[in-house]
């Protein structure tokens, strides 16, 4: 897929990855191409996917969810059936940030954001070790993060 861009293309793509705030008129001259230019083949790289979507990023602390906890979580059954009932249903759960089917001791990690421990609690006695199929969790912590959301590199 990325045999498809030309520097050009890079060159946006990256910069809009470190600035989604950048006017086209701002972008096109960081890229060196025509406003024109550039609006049209940012708009392909949207049409065409390489762009998945442009949102702010949010200070988690000062929306109240500063503590940042990452779950392993066992299912009972390794069974398509199994996966698919568990993916429909954390997908719901709107504090879960990413949910990945993993290789290695555990089915799927979790990336969750809360207030606190005392929040994560709740959430995990109330919502998380009712999930279709969870046998097991076990839960991480994160006490500094080191890189978190870094940006592509291509």
Known sequence: MAGRLDRIDL???????????L???????????S????HRRT?????????AEV???VAPRKVGKGALVMVGVVL???????????????AQLKFVLDC????GDFDYFLKIR???MEDFNRIHGEQLIALPGVRQTRTFFVMKEVVDNAPLDF
């Open 100 to 103: 990945h089917l993993v290789a």
């Open 55 to 57: 949102r702010a990023m």
């Open 35 to 38: 406003a024109a230019t550039c």
């Open 114 to 116: 809360v207030g606190d």
């Open 11 to 21: 060159k946006i793509l990256r910069f809009l990855q470190n600035s989604g705030r």
């Open 76 to 90: 009972d059954r390794s069974t398509p059936e199994s996966f698919a009932a568990f993916e429909r249903a954390v």
């Open 43 to 51: 708009q392909r790289l949207f049409e065409e996917g390489f762009i």
């Open 23 to 33: 006017t086209n008129a701002e972008l096109a001259e960081m890229a060196g191409v």
